[in-house]
């Protein structure tokens, strides 16, 4: 960040483990005249099938500090979560829509289903971290906004490598 903003930044010690691919970085109301803190968790998972991972369930671990990070700040602000996951989810909405029952999933009486335009993805492929995240996205009724948003209503690629494209990177 520029300098004329580091008034209103401050990093928050990651109170939910020792994990240093999590940042949190609060963004302060009264500097920026926001109605809110928001805070931007930023969030690194090396992909499923690295040979480097320490053990398989690294990002299953992950999710679960990131869900008690969402929890916590939610009482304190907003929170804004932009994450390398190396979750790959197709085109799948990452919400619970109209057509939803509560057949499998008990829903509150006073459920309400999330309403907002379809998302469009380049990426067709799911992996096997894109059911976790998308559990972790609708747990906490958060929205995706690649592939619904100006400036990325295709569902761009957030990833090129030698292999192929993907879509891993989310906000």
Known sequence: YKNQYAGGIEQIKNKTGANCDIIICKLKKSFFKFE?????????????????????????ETLSQVENIISELHS???????????ARIGVHPGLLDEKD???HIPLPDDYQPDNFITRFSQDLHTNAY???FLSLVMNNRLTILNGRTLG????????????????????
């Open 130 to 132: 894109g059911k976790d």
């Open 36 to 60: 809110n803190d928001i805070f931007l968790v930023n969030v690194y998972v090396s992909p499923c099938n690295t040979s480097g991972r320490s053990s398989s369930t690294d990002g299953q």
């Open 152 to 171: 990325d209503l295709v569902g761009a690629y957030t990833s090129i490598q030698v292999g192929g494209c993907s879509v891993i990177d989310y906000f």
């Open 76 to 86: 304190d602000g907003q929170v804004i979560l932009c994450v390398d996951f190396n």
């Open 101 to 103: 029952t509560d057949k």
